[in-house]
């Protein structure tokens, strides 16, 4: 992963619409959060959704990848998160849309997790 300032920079100002982002380094890269729930990964320009299977098959639909890498052992691994479609790219109105689904799917996510004792 790489991360890039102008990028990020990008970003905030593409996905305006959802308030105020938090955007952190993350292996090279960075996360994307609102409200502490992280939706989507930056990686050398490319913004990585988060997807639930239901999401996942919309992405797929919009002509969108998977984001994979290469495990030690020669494996390629997945976190499930999909690339923001193309037409999402100059369209601001429709990226929000997308991070909108991707942000209800890190919601039902966390929601599903046991409470820390």
Known sequence: MAFDSDFNEWVREHFDALGRLEIKRLFGGAGVSVGGLTF???DDGV???KADDALAEAFEAAGSRLFTYPAKDG???SLGYWSLPETALDD???AVIWARRSLDVALR???SK???K
């Open 40 to 42: 989507a990964l930056l």
């Open 47 to 49: 913004v990585w959704l």
């Open 75 to 77: 494996r390629t691994l």
């Open 92 to 94: 601001p109105d429709e």
């Open 109 to 111: 996510k966390a929601a």
């Open 114 to 116: 046991k409470p820390k």
